[in-house]
């Protein structure tokens, strides 16, 4: 025999007893059988629905207008089919998580229930199983329940059976598989320098024959660099402790590399392998130090990093794996080195993808906003907390343990009796506990609890001392207050507790991806304004070496059913929307954080834009264009003519660009010749509507409004009101709405009904008399959009509050009614709350108005009770 054939002729000796001898592990993720709701009337005709997993019931009913979404009762069905091979062999059924409680039923048999919707869970149903077609059922339940967490929090708890299910298939003989879901061997290093390094590997065997187990590390490259064996205990627990590998390769997020190990069951006396784990294996050393901040491998290290949810547009937490994956790369990409896997656990694939991509993570349980001072409550926060830590101790991803967010925000106790004050002491007892099962699951891990910005409470309450790192998440300067709040606040951290670690566990503010001002203001929900808040941020975050890291809020846009404002439905904070489009302050970071040479111009996504012509011009306007790098300098070219050259500096130069209608091309250069293009389609609005240089075609504005709007579906873009001035357009009279008279707010925060243009519908001008545009002679289309911006709660309040003082009657309000007239004739009469102007309800319509005899177009409100309003008014040119 030759040599390349007696190597084949080994391999086809070797390789069935080795696949034999591994687990299987088999997703049985297609054509299952589910239904929504508890009644039993199986025999109806489409009562199953065949669906494939992931599955949730819920990503449609978080987004529609309807408020709230399914909270209960949903089944799963699927026939699974076991071959003659598995006779004898040991088989679990795998939950990578299922929301939120379980129960699961084998040939109609229950086997196993279990609590919480972020961990996994497996059955042996060994026994329930025999050869062919077997029934495997599921009931999920996702009903609010005071005994699992999240009580509360800025998130929706999808229902569903989310994650992929697997049969695990093993030997008779096998690692420990009781061991909450996890493959029953542990490994950590005890010992990390650059010059050598111990393992230790602790697991458990289910053994009925005398056995021995092999452990062998690999490196990155597949190379042997260690082998060892072990004799299990009398219990089936063992030991391997590997010392004095050499010159260990460090994992850190520059070098992940990763090493493995194989533990190998055999039989002791043939070498038969009867079954096989593999772990991933990571060699690093890290710590947190409360004036120095974080270090790994023996070097300071600023941790930067983000949150992030496990959602997505219109699937809502039923991502296929990929999408989980990607998500990971997607910071990976921007330079960042953290994931904050919150607020509660994810799939494995993210906490895989994060030690082999090279993020360091803290992963928590969800205990958010609120604790129940059950028995019920304590014990699943505590397995749940048992869980994590096993199912992904091997992670060398890992540093941080966490548990509990901001749960001091939403006390079950609201006024402040004796029960508030022993509910505090009770959840400070639970918050001890939960540390104390941190410390004896792994002392080589670092604790963290995130706090809301109520510094005096949570020191009062002790919450502070518990955990090893204290996280803070902070919004000043978006919520309330202003940015120099923040520098204050940490500062005071440092100050009253010096000798504890800090983290900045949140921080962030929403941006619709739609909107933008130049000149943003707090909370308006604009790209600018988000932009701002960073960058105020990181100057703080990188002045003090104290402060350990900072994790945005959030890696991406995710659903709470509950939220309303620009986007309904949506927590707007992201650094790229809940489909995954990145906002500027994405490249932001990137320009700041990643090492690969990067350009980037800024709201190259925002490519309908509108502005009116500069001053003294008819058919240009001039903004600002920023570009994003990490190079010394940058060229910006418009329309093929060099607009100039600047420095880079804190990742970003700024240049005024000249616009004209149609596509406008940039084109950016940075220092090493690294390029990147735009296009921007402009309409640039005359001052002068009559003017030759520049016809009159549309004209799409929000009243009540300083922002401009995208509109990414029809690339219609709106621009804000203005005051009118002869020869051009705008508003005569009124005031912009606001909410609250006294704050700097403008607009609603209400989901408004029947639009997906919220922002528009948002912002209104109260009490105006017209709107006037000068536009030359032809036949056009008048939208104007309209919406009460003041609930039925609202009015009656109002009423109310003024009634108490001397200019009640006359104010209080009774509703509005008014006629809008169009160049004289009267389109609209008696608009009221009565007919279409229903509370938060969306409203428009068209109307064709033909100008003649240079008059322009005039609409006026007359008011017949209360106030006229106008939130949005469109105009176009039909011919
Ligand atoms: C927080 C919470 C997080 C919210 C965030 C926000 O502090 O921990 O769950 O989503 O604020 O955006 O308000
Ligand atoms: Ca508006």
Redesign the pocket.
Known sequence: MKIKNIVAFIAILLTPVIANAQRIKQSINTSWQFHKGSDENETAPDYWQTINIPHTWNADDVMDDTPGYFRGIGWYQKEIFLPKGWTGKTIYVYFEGASQLAEVFINGKSVGTHAGSYLAFSFDITKQVHEGKNILRVKLDNSHDPDIAPLG???SVYGGLYRDVYLLVADANHFDMDNYATNGVFISTPQVSEDNATVNVKGKVNAFQKVKIITTVYDRKGIQVAKTDSRPNKDGSFVANIKGIKSPQLWSPEHPNLYKVVNTLTDAKTGKVLDEVTNPLGFRWFSFNADKGFSLNGEPYKIMGASRHQDYKEIGSALPDALHINDVQWLKDMGGSFLRV??YPQDPAIMEACDRLGILTAVETPG?NQVTESEGYTRTMLNMQCEMIRQNYNHPSVIIWSYM??VLIQPLHKEKTLEREQYWKNLHNLAQKLENLCREEDPARFTMV?F?GDFDLYKRIGLIDIPMIAGW?L?QGW?SGKFEDFETFVLRHHNEFPEKPLIIS?Y?A?ADYRLHNFKPTRFDKTQEYTNMYHDAYLKTIMKYTFISGAIM??LVEFV?EGRQEAVPHV?N?GLLTTERKPKDIYYIYKALLSKVPFIKIGGSNWNSRAQVADAGKEATATQPVTVYSNQAEVTLFANYMKVGTQKVVNGKAVFDVIFGNGDNHLKAVASNNEEDFATINFHVIANNLKVKNNPFTTLNVSLGDYRMFMDDITHEAWVPEQEYTPGSWGYIGGKVYKEDEKGDRYGSSRNILGTPYDAMYETQRTGLNSFKADVPDGVYEVTLHFAELLTKEQQEKLVYNLDKSAVAQKNSFTGRSFDVIINGFTILENLSNENYLVPIQAYNTKITVTVKDVKGITIDFKTNRGEAILNGLQLRKIY
């Open positions: 929090g800025d998130f919150s607020h958010n967010n901001e995130a809301h998440n919004y919520y949140e962030g929403d809020w959030n709470n927590n904070k």
